[in-house]
């Protein structure tokens, strides 16, 4: 068996920095989270996986402390056991899927056997999902009527002028949250006819090739203009375009401040509640949702809707129209 001549933290650091195809750990040592941490960071793997896997890694080897289990290379009882339990305690199908998706990703970095490819783990997790369900919960759509109605609660101060230009941007471009707060000046190119947002990275392409969104001015919901508005007001020219505002109304600006992703998500769900809607069903993915769904009401073109949403797959899109269009054409409208 092979002895690492380090000590283990000294080991792993050397491992964490080695490419990962090349890294290589001993089916004879423990695991250590911040090694993998550290890999996954090095693996060309988006943020929100970087965060869902380091989850994941930290309950599994928690579980494993637990029953005396060893994490890496973990045994196909030990995985199957740790994904009944994580059942139990009530975790949601698409957690699981994430959780078995980070132990075989560990065990690919470590260049140990994959025990989640196992019949007895695959037996373990179509079990689960049929006790916890599969249906995904999701968010309701804030439609162009709803972000009127948000737009409307927003003060006229600094922060509001913050909050209007992100509503009504993140609903226009059906952006990503990610996306969103990743938007600097420079991405912002004006066009007579509106905006030419440029999007450097995204979900579904983590290499970093880059898109372009078109944003018109509009009529209603005018996200160019709140835009302008926004950044006029903050005297912004350059970097970030969303920035945190403090409590007593000043721009934090330096190296790479900008708003995170929960700060958008808590906007959403303030202005939610403020409009009298239930804001526990809303969240960053309504704008995105709300945009798809206002467009399929009003009968645009599937392929221009992806154009806009990015989506690569359009049978996620398909499922937005259906539900949009829902008592279209209804085939019992004759007779019930």
């Not at 709140?226 to 903050?234: I, P, Q």
């Not at 959403?268 to 467009?295: E, M, N, P, Q």
């Amino acid at each position: 068996m092979f002895e690492p001549k380090l000590a283990p933290a000294e080991f792993y650091e050397k491992v964490a920095k080695l490419p990962a195809e090349r890294a290589e750990i001993s089916a004879g040592l423990p695991v250590e989270t911040a090694a993998i941490v550290r890999a996954y960071q090095r693996a060309s793997k988006a943020d929100a996986t970087v965060r869902a896997y380091t989850a994941a890694a930290k309950a599994f080897e928690a579980w494993c402390t637990r029953y005396g289990f060893q994490a890496l290379p973990a045994s196909a009882e030990a995985v199957a056991g740790f994904i009944v339990s994580e059942a139990e305690d009530g975790c949601a199908a698409s957690t699981l899927g994430k959780r078995l998706a980070a132990i075989k990703y560990a065990h690919k970095l470590a260049g140990a056997a994959d025990p989640t490819e196992d019949e007895g783990v695959r037996a373990a997790m179509k079990g689960a999902r049929r006790k916890v369900g599969v249906a995904p919960t999701q968010k309701a759509a804030a439609t162009a009527e709803i972000l009127a109605s948000l737009l409307m609660r927003t003060p006229d101060t600094l922060v509001g002028k913050r909050d209007r230009a992100l509503l009504a941007l993140g609903f226009a471009g059906a952006f990503r949250r990610s996306e969103l707060v990743a938007l600097d000046v420079g991405d912002l190119v004006e066009h007579p006819d509106g905006l030419r947002v440029h999007v450097r990275r995204s979900k579904t392409d983590q290499e970093g090739r880059g898109t372009e969104k078109a944003i018109p001015h509009g009529r209603y919901i005018r996200p160019v203009a709140l835009v302008r508005e926004w950044l006029d007001a903050a005297g912004i020219v350059d970097g970030p375009v969303f920035l945190p505002v403090s409590r007593y109304g000043y721009v934090r600006r330096g190296g790479d401040v900008r708003l995170t992703t929960q700060a958008v998500a808590d906007i959403v769900k303030k202005y939610t509640a403020a409009a009298g809607l239930d804001a526990s069903t809303f969240g960053v993915h309504s704008l995105r949702a709300g945009y798809i769904t206002s467009a399929a009401e009003r009968g645009a073109d599937l392929a221009r809707i992806m154009d806009q949403s990015g989506h690569r797959d359009p049978r996620t899109v398909v499922g937005y129209i259906r539900r949009a269009n829902a008592f279209k054409g209804h085939s019992g409208s004759g007779f019930l």
